[in-house]
């Protein structure tokens, strides 16, 4: 190819807006991005009857990993969220639709709902300064409630953690292995459990559940 033709090849190129779709990686205002949508591609929502069934119900939360010196992310989190940064291990700390939980000394999770992570996240850096780290992580997890009297039972089933109310009280939280993947479980009340999970998982983990609970009963509910 000679330099003339090299120039004029450069030259026709588009420039600008003219770039080809595909350069364009943002999306464009109004759209949805696909950490809102489920990622329940194959999940069986039908219903088994039994004695005692559980819940199931999926959540699209907003998920910010939190990162820092805890006194500092702690001042931030209260003047910014209204919130106290659970400083203890494996403990949680809750407002409305607000939860954060501690995963190692200088680490915690907060969820939220998805329309107000944006908000919270520029509140959060300005609280907080150079000192704090956030990621924005809600691309890459989902949210499982299973609640019903016999869910311990069916948590017994999915993992080697004593979930006995004297070992796993309401509000501690927890990283472990359940049925093969892993999960960082709360217990929200004595009877409902929060499983924060890989998007990836997401049909694994339903199947999985919806099978070991087939003879208590199972039944999915949409998030109000």
Same mark, same amino acid.
């Given at each position: 190819? %000679?330099?003339?033709?090299?120039? =004029? ?6 420039? $600008? ?9 943002? @999306?464009?205002?109004?759209? /949805? ?15 088994? =009857?039994?004695?005692? !069934?559980?819940? &199931?119900?999926? /959540?699209?939360? *907003? ?5 820092? @010196? ?26 409305? #639709? ?6 190692? !000394?200088?680490?915690?999770?907060? %969820?939220? @709902? ?7 996240? #520029? ?15 809600? $691309?890459?997890? %989902?949210?499982?409630? &299973?609640? *019903?009297?016999?869910?311990?039972? &069916? ?14 009280? &309401? ?6 292995? +359940? ?13 409902? +459990?929060?499983?924060?999970?890989? /998007? =990836? +998982? ?13 003879? +208590? *009963? ?7």
């Amino acid at each position: 190819m %000679t330099l003339k033709e090299h120039a =004029s090849m450069s030259n026709s190129e588009p420039a $600008g807006d003219e770039l080809p779709a595909e350069y364009h990686q943002m @999306p464009e205002a109004g759209h /949805r991005s696909d950490r809102a949508a489920s990622p329940l591609v194959r999940g069986d929502r039908r219903a088994i =009857s039994g004695p005692s !069934p559980i819940t &199931v119900t999926e /959540r699209i939360n *907003g998920h910010l990993i939190l990162r820092g @010196p805890p006194e500092t992310l702690s001042a931030a989190v209260v003047k910014s969220l209204g919130l106290a940064l659970p400083i203890a291990p494996l403990t949680s700390s809750v407002r409305a #639709a607000l939860c954060i939980r501690w995963l190692g !000394p200088d680490e915690w999770l907060l %969820t939220l @709902p998805l329309d107000d992570l944006a908000q919270a996240e #520029a509140d959060l850096r300005d609280a907080g300064g150079a000192e704090i780290a956030l990621v924005d992580v809600s $691309g890459g997890q %989902t949210v499982l409630v &299973v609640q *019903g009297d016999s869910a311990i039972q &069916v948590l017994m089933k999915s993992t080697s953690y004593d979930v006995g109310l004297q070992n796993f009280p &309401v509000g501690k939280v927890v990283t472990t292995t +359940f049925a093969q993947a892993q999960v960082v479980m709360r217990r929200m009340n004595e009877v409902t +459990f929060e499983l924060i999970l890989r /998007r =990836s +998982f997401a049909d694994y983990l339903w199947a999985w559940l919806r099978d070991a609970a087939s003879e +208590f *009963g199972f039944a999915s509910q949409d998030e109000a």
